[in-house]
């Protein structure tokens, strides 16, 4: 992987002379590669707390396949990687303010997102599931079965999953929070029923606490897209950030970025 990674880089970096070369007979329309040129800087947002996306391990470094994916495109442009860490629900908020150049953090790319910032990819793809810890509730088909009053469900805020259960299970009594540990230990406090999360999220939080009794889904309830989100004003910017990720997935390190990640537990040990 180190081997593909240094092939990727190399021939990115001539790849991104070219590009820049050209890119300042049209600056004004490239703002956004424009400001990462000049100040030498990718700023990336993330929230830092959706293993295994993102996360901070035990040292306080930032980890997952998002963080790795981020270093894998500013290595490609020459610039260094600034990580911008805030809550998931202000991610897309920053993102249009100019605070971050790019939203890698495991975001669903979905038709509303689309209507004010632009996507590259997907890099992966995930879906709805849930983390209870009744067996009854494990057992689901569809949403239908959850959209009762006297169930309490949890989702990360700004999230899908906020929007499925608002849109498929209206009846249900939703709780946001700021971060999936929150969430995963009012499920095992039983301060809510369960939590609607990506797949991944709900297999971790199994394998993190084995003897909490947690369980998810067999199957996904939903198909989501995950990819990198940039400014919608910038059309170069999001050409060449595509550019970038043909590289890795034409190489196979994405896939060998989501093997590590999402099929590897061993990073587990890690985590705080």
Do not use: H
Not at 92 to 101: N, P, S, T
Not at 105 to 112: E, L, R, Y
Not at 216 to 228: F, Q
């Amino acid at each position: 992987m180190r081997l593909a990674r240094n092939i990727l880089l190399n021939l990115s970096l001539v790849a991104a002379g070219f590009v820049f070369a050209i890119g300042d007979l049209a600056a004004q329309d490239a703002p956004i590669l424009e400001r990462v040129m000049t100040s030498d800087t990718l700023r990336v947002g993330m929230s830092g707390n959706q293993p295994p996306f993102n996360f901070r391990n035990r040292s306080g470094a930032m980890a997952g396949m998002d963080y790795e994916l981020a270093t894998l495109l500013a290595g490609a442009m020459g610039v260094e990687l600034r990580i911008v860490t805030k809550p998931f629900g202000q991610l897309r908020a920053a993102l249009k303010a100019g605070e971050v150049d790019a939203v890698i953090s495991g975001m669903a790319i979905t038709a509303q997102r689309a209507r004010d910032m632009l996507f590259v990819g997907p890099y992966m793809v995930s879906g709805k599931s849930i983390l209870t810890n009744s067996r009854a509730l494990a057992a689901i088909d569809e949403a239908e079965d959850i959209n009762r009053a006297n169930l309490k469900l949890a989702a990360l805020e700004g999230s899908t999953s906020q929007e499925f259960i608002e849109r498929y299970v209206p009846e249900a009594q939703l709780t946001t929070v700021e971060d999936y540990e929150e969430a995963v230990q009012m499920v095992i406090n039983d301060t809510v029923d369960a939590l609607v999360a990506d797949m991944p999220i709900c297999v971790l939080a199994v394998l993190r606490y084995p003897d909490r009794g947690l369980v998810t889904l067999a199957e996904l309830l939903t198909i989501e897209p995950i990819g990198v989100a940039v400014p919608a004003n910038d059309l170069m910017f999001r050409s060449l950030i595509q550019n970038y990720m043909d590289g890795p997935a034409g190489l196979g390190i994405l896939e060998e970025l989501r093997s590590m990640w999402f099929d590897d537990g061993s990073w587990i040990a890690t985590l705080p």
